[in-house]
Structures are given as C-alpha cells and as structure tokens.
C-alpha cells in the first residue's frame, strides 16, 4: 500500500468517526438550537419588547419575524429534503401551514428533462443534481449538505435539498434579522445586567440568562449572517454548495482547453432567486416570504430550468461530470474521485 493510499484511508477515518459524532449529537444540537430559540423570545419579549416605541406598530412585526422564524425551523426539521426513491411530494397537501402548488405553466423557463445516472454507493438511478449522502446513505434531490442541527421527529440528522432548501434559508434569514434586533435594541438592558444594578432591573428574567443570552445572540448574528450571505451567494449563481465546488473544477478544465465554462442552470441572479424561493411569475406571490408557509418547489427534482439555448453546461464534455466520492479503495485519479464532504 502506497504512502499516500495509507494518508487517504486515515483521513477517511477521521471523517467517518465525525460523521458518527455528528450522526450522534444530532438530536442534541436540536434540543439547544429549540431551547436556545426559546429562550431568545421569551427574553426578548420579557425584557426588551415593551421598552420599544411605537408598540402598536413594533408588537405586530416582532411577532411575525419570531412566528418566522420558528415556522421555518419547523419545516426545515421536518420536511425531508427529497431522497431518490421515495413516491410522492414529501410537501402534501393538509400538512401544517401548507398552501397548495402555484401554476408553473405559465412561466417561459427552458424546463428540460433531468439526464439519470446511478449513484455508486446505493446503486439507486437518480436525476441530475441529486448527490449521495453518506450520512443518511441515501441519494438526496438536489443535495445541499448535511445539517447536524435540523432533524426529524425521529432523531435522525437531517439533508438540506430540494424540498426544505428554502426552509433553511429563510430560517437563516430571520435567524439574522431577529438576533441583530435583539443585539442592537437589547444594548441599554445588558448595560443595566452588567453593571449589576439589580435594584435597576425590574424585569421577571434573570439577569445572568439575559447576559448569556444577549452574547450568543451577537455570536450568532454575525456566524449565521456569513454563512446566510454565502449561501445566498450559491442562490444568485444558480448552483448548491456541492455544485460550487464541481463548477470550480469545470472551470479549470473548461480554461485548460481554452474554453469557457457555463453553468446551465444559471438563469441570471434575479431568476436564480424567485426560482429558489418559488415566487413571482408563475409561482407563489411575494407576500410568502413574509409568512411561515410550506410551499412547493418550483419543480420535482427530474426536470431542470436551464439557460435559454443550453440544455448542459457548457465547456462540460459527455463523461466527464463529477460524482460523489468513490469507496474507501479509490482517492483521487479519474473523474469520479472527488472525494468531498458529501
Ligand atoms: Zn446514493
Ligand atoms: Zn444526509
């Protein structure tokens, strides 16, 4: 066995045991992400809500960003993200806060029939841009990443794909909104907390949880907007954090010939992003995005809006499209061995 097959089999060690700790904490991570949340609110409203101007107008709108926010944790843990095979929309009609499928038809979109291929690791046929996950071991409709902190009612980790993609980001979204608001508004009462004017501290909430409270609020405020922006960034460019990193390779062999690499899925940053949260023409109103709902994609997963005139990409020769990664015997060499965090 070579040097470097001996380095590649540790490393896959390595990442197997994080892959068995993060299977494991997983219902964890889930009961303090929900603990955490409710403690946020119940601060915020206790401590800091009252203290606002103009309760009338600002009582409504904290309201709605907590109701936000929360709706879309809920559906991000609980929607499955799409896995090959399964029969039927995970996103039915009846379920909690869902609202039935806009139109689609009368949108004008380049809709072209997704190419199939088979997934080496469970052997399943799936559509283009479905990927394989090796935590849930199973083929995921345009696979995202694996979330340790979403999960199911079964405790079980959680995909981030098609179907709860927009779940996730708009969670993101009012993640950021709701702990900036309560970092910035919540500044004159941790002062109060800090100094330890208790007698100043009329409020029924300990002051030590709102100080703790307040500082992981403005940790995360500023991680989860990083990672909301580059997320976003992924959105606008029409591509899923597993394809950024193929899109990169395509790039480099598409320059090395002397051609130009063009992702098909790229619409333009406008369509990229009604078409990821499935509204304007031919979708769901605007207004959605300011309600906790759970909508439909804008299509199943075996058909693709592509750029006008391009049904592949370009610079992307027959074959040589990435895969996931190979079994533990291969690391690197031909086209499938892009061994990535999938
Ligand atoms: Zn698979
Ligand atoms: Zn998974």
Redesign the pocket.
Known sequence: MTCARRVFRCFRCVERAADRITGAAGPWFVCLAISLLAIGILSFFIVIQPTLPFPWLTTPFCVLIALNMVGHYYHVCIVP?GFVGDTGSPVRGGGFLWVAPPPRGGSRLNIVHARISRCRKCHDTRPERAHH??????C?LK?D???PVTSRCTGI???V?LYNERHFVLFMAYLVFATSTFTIFGFPHVLIAFELRFAAWTHPFPPFLFITTYILSLVLSLAVAVMLAWHMWGVARGETAVEAQDHEVYAKWAKERGETFINSYDLGTRRNLTLFFNVGEGGYPLYTLFLPLRLKPYTNGYAWAHREGLNRHRGVREGEELTDGDDDEEYGGDTGGDDRNR
């Open positions: 993200p996950c090796r935590i849930c071991n199973r995921v696979f990443h694996h979330c980790n959680q995909c794909g």
